[in-house]
C-alpha cells in the first residue's frame, strides 16, 4: 500500500509538471457529486436550490465513469455530494476507486459517520465539515450537529482513518475567534489540520449574500492576516502559505472571478489549474471546472453519451478564468510551489507512506 501512495504521488506531479511546459490537459484530480441529496440545509450550499431537478447517478452510471477517468489519467478522487453517506451503494463505489489503487477522499457534513463508519474503513482520508465550536456548528447547521460531528471523528480516530477538518466561513464563523481556536485545538487533539475557506459567491442564486458577499472586504483580509499569523506560529492549519497570501493579496472583489482582462498588471498568484488538471463531476450529468462554476452556463458541459473524454475536452474550450479568490491547496500544489510541496508532502508522507494505515 505505501508503494501505491508514492507512485501515485509521482505519477500526479509528473503530470503536472508536464502541464507546465507542454500545456497537455489531464484530469488527474475529479471530485464526484455522487448525490443530489442532503440531511442539511446549509446557507452557504450551491446546490440546495437544485436537488430537486435532477435524478440521482444509478451505481453502474458513477462505477462507469470512476472508470474512464481513471483510464484519461486520473489518481485522486473526491467523493462530494449532497451528502455522500446517503448513497446505499457508497461502499461499492469506494471498493472500485480502489481496486483502481486511487486516492479516495470523502468530504462529508459528518453526522452520519459515526453509524456508516464500516463503510469508510478504505477511504484514505475523510473531509469533516464543521465550521465552528458547538454554538457556531449547531447555528450554521443545526440543532445537534456538532456533537454528531465530534462522534464521527472519535470513531473514525479509532479506526485509523486519516481525517481533516474543513471549515466554510460567513459572518457568524469568521467573526469568532475563538470558535477558530477551538477547531485548532481539536485538530491537534486528533493529530490533524484544519483548512479554511471563506464561503465564494457562485451561479447559485442562494450564494448571493454569503461568505464573500457578506463580509467587507477588509474583513476577509483580517482573517486571513490571522491565519498567516496562527499558521507561522504552528497552528495546525491546512490551508499552505502560498494559497493564503494569495486570497490575502487578491486585487479585486472577492465575490468576482479572475480572468486576464480583470487582474491588475503586476499581480502575481498560481494560475489556477481546474479545468486543466481538476474537474469537478456535477450530479446531473455535467462536467464544471469547480464548485464556484455552479449554475454558470458558460462554464457547464454536458456529459453526452456518457462520454467523459469528449465532456473533458470541451471543459478546456470553455474555461478561461484564471484565478479566483478562494484558498485553493490544489492549484496551489500542482503550480508545484517549493515550499508548499515540502509542507504538504510531509503531512502526506506522516499520513499515507508511514502513517496510521499501513
Avoid at 508503494?3 to 506531479?13: E, P, Q
Avoid at 511546459?21 to 488527474?28: D, S, V
Avoid at 465550521?131 to 464521527?152: C, F, M, P, T
Wanted: hydrophobic share 35%; net charge positive.
Amino acid at each position: 500500500m505505501r508503494s501505491r501512495y508514492l507512485t501515485n504521488a509521482l505519477f500526479v506531479l509528473m503530470h503536472a509538471l508536464k502541464y507546465k511546459i507542454t500545456k497537455e490537459r489531464i484530469p488527474l484530480m475529479v471530485s464526484l457529486g455522487i448525490t443530489n441529496l442532503c440531511n442539511m440545509d446549509c446557507p452557504f450550499c450551491y446546490f440546495k436550490d437544485n436537488r430537486a431537478r435532477f435524478s440521482e447517478y444509478s451505481t453502474n452510471e458513477l462505477l462507469d465513469y470512476i472508470d474512464q477517468f481513471f483510464r484519461l489519467g486520473t489518481r485522486i478522487f473526491l467523493l462530494q455530494g449532497g451528502e455522500p453517506l446517503l448513497r446505499q451503494d457508497l461502499k461499492e463505489v469506494i471498493t472500485r476507486i480502489k481496486h483502481r489503487e486511487a486516492f479516495c477522499r470523502i468530504s462529508t457534513n459528518g453526522v452520519l459517520v459515526a453509524q456508516r463508519i464500516d463503510c469508510l474503513t478504505e477511504v484514505d482520508q475523510i473531509s469533516f465539515s464543521l465550521d465552528g465550536n458547538q454554538e457556531v456548528a449547531d447555528k450554521i447547521r443545526g440543532s445537534g450537529v456538532y456533537q454528531k460531528v465530534l462522534e464521527g471523528m472519535e470513531e473514525a480516530f479509532k479506526r485509523k482513518i486519516p481525517f481533516e477538518i474543513h471549515a466554510s466561513l460567513i459572518r457568524e464563523s469568521a467573526s469568532n475567534r475563538d470558535s477558530v481556536f477551538h477547531l485548532l485545538e481539536l485538530a491537534r487533539k486528533f493529530r490533524t489540520t484544519v483548512s479554511f475557506c471563506v464561503s465564494c459567491v457562485s451561479g447559485a442564486q442562494n450564494t448571493q449574500s454569503v461568505g464573500s458577499a457578506d463580509l467587507s472586504a477588509e474583513e476577509i483580509k483580517d482573517f486571513y492576516r490571522f491565519l498567516i499569523r496562527l499558521k507561522k506560529e504552528k497552528y495546525p492549519i491546512g490551508n499552505t502559505f502560498n494559497s493564503l497570501k494569495k486570497s490575502l493579496d487578491w486585487p479585486i472583489s472577492y465575490s468576482e472571478i479572475g480572468f486576464w482582462h480583470n487582474l491588475p498588471v503586476g499581480f502575481r498568484f498560481a494560475p489556477c489549474r481546474h479545468g486543466r488538471l481538476i474537474c469537478w463531476l456535477g450530479a446531473n450529468h455535467t462536467l464544471l471546472p469547480c464548485p464556484i462554476a455552479f449554475s454558470r452556463q458558460e462554464y457547464e458541459v454536458p456529459i453526452r453519451n456518457h462520454n467523459i473524454k469528449e465532456a473533458w475536452e470541451e471543459l478546456g474550450r470553455r474555461v478561461t478564468c484564471i484565478a479566483c479568490s478562494g484558498s485553493d491547496e490544489s492549484t496551489s500544489l500542482f503550480n508545484l510551489k517549493m515550499e508548499d510541496l515540502i509542507s504538504n508532502g510531509l503531512h502526506y508522507f506522516k499520513h499515507y507512506i508511514m502513517g496510521r494505515k499501513s
